[in-house]
T-cell receptor, first 115, second 111 residues
Framework: EAQVTQNPRYLITVTGKKLTVTCSQN?????MSWYRQDPGLGLRQIYY???????DKGDVPEGYKVSRKEKRNFPLILESPSPNQTSLYFC??????????????FGNGTRLTVT | AQSVTQPDIHITVSEGASLELRCNYS??????LFWYVQSPGQGLQLLLK??????LVQGIKGFEAEFKRSQSSFNLRKPSVHWSDAAEYFC?????????FGTGTSLTVIP
């Protein structure tokens, strides 16, 4: 089954404790991205990747890191989480960003709470 | 700056009534346009998309959307709403290498 898999679904952590949220897709998509969803703000893009070893900042990259060493994986790293990073996070992939008819395929989300 | 506006934060409709969710965007050129639906606890599912051609596009679950270039709008419609349509709806645009989302419209369906 074609899917984007995020882990974990729920995560509670403390301020400053490094964490990684994993994302994997099995559709051989070139484009992957991370979003955070906050009430009243919709989805905001954190980082995106056009292909292996190619990553770029989205609209809200501060406090986050990503890597794209393999085509299928795109982990989101919070080196020193803070309470303002408490949010619902989504990973998404697309055959190719900007190409006609290439919508995003989303994972089921990771709810992160930083205390 | 690019922006996507969904002016209605929350809409309540009766089951069987028609529905229209509004979306406006601001870009220099015609972007790629999408509507997504998010059920509670789920990721976003694509309802429909537009990138060229016929300005009225059909999607899944009986939804349709109309692109109006003169109004920079891409409104979502459904002739008869079902209780299972209760969810949050997001309009999105693809422009360059990024996707931009509106703030969402929460739909409540009353019996």
């Amino acid at each position: 089954e074609a899917q984007v898999t995020q882990n974990p679904r729920y995560l509670i952590t403390v301020t400053g404790k490094k964490l990684t949220v994993t994302c994997s897709q099995n559709m051989n998509h070139e484009y992957m991205s991370w979003y955070r969803q906050d009430p009243g703000l919709g989805l905001r893009q954190i980082y995106y990747s056009m292909n292996v070893e190619v990553t770029d900042k989205g609209d809200v990259p501060e406090g986050y890191k990503v890597s794209r060493k393999e085509k299928r994986n795109f982990p989101l790293i919070l080196e020193s989480p803070s309470p303002n990073q408490t949010s619902l996070y989504f990973c998404a992939s697309s055959p190719s960003a900007g190409a006609p008819g290439s919508p995003l395929h989303f994972g089921n989300g990771t709810r992160l709470t930083v205390t | 700056a690019q922006s996507v506006t969904q002016p209605d934060i929350h809409i309540t409709v009766s089951e069987g009534a028609s529905l229209e969710l509004r979306c406006n965007y601001s870009y220099g050129a015609t972007p790629y346009l999408f509507w997504y639906v998010q059920s509670p606890g789920q990721g976003l599912q694509l309802l429909l998309k537009y990138f060229s051609g016929d300005t009225l596009v059909q999607g899944i679950k009986g939804f349709e959307a109309e692109f109006k270039r003169s109004q920079s709008s891409f409104n979502l419609r459904k002739p008869s709403v079902h209780w299972s349509d209760a969810a949050e709806y997001f309009c999105a645009v693809g422009f360059g290498n990024q996707f931009y989302f509106g703030t969402g419209t929460s739909l409540t369906v009353i019996p």
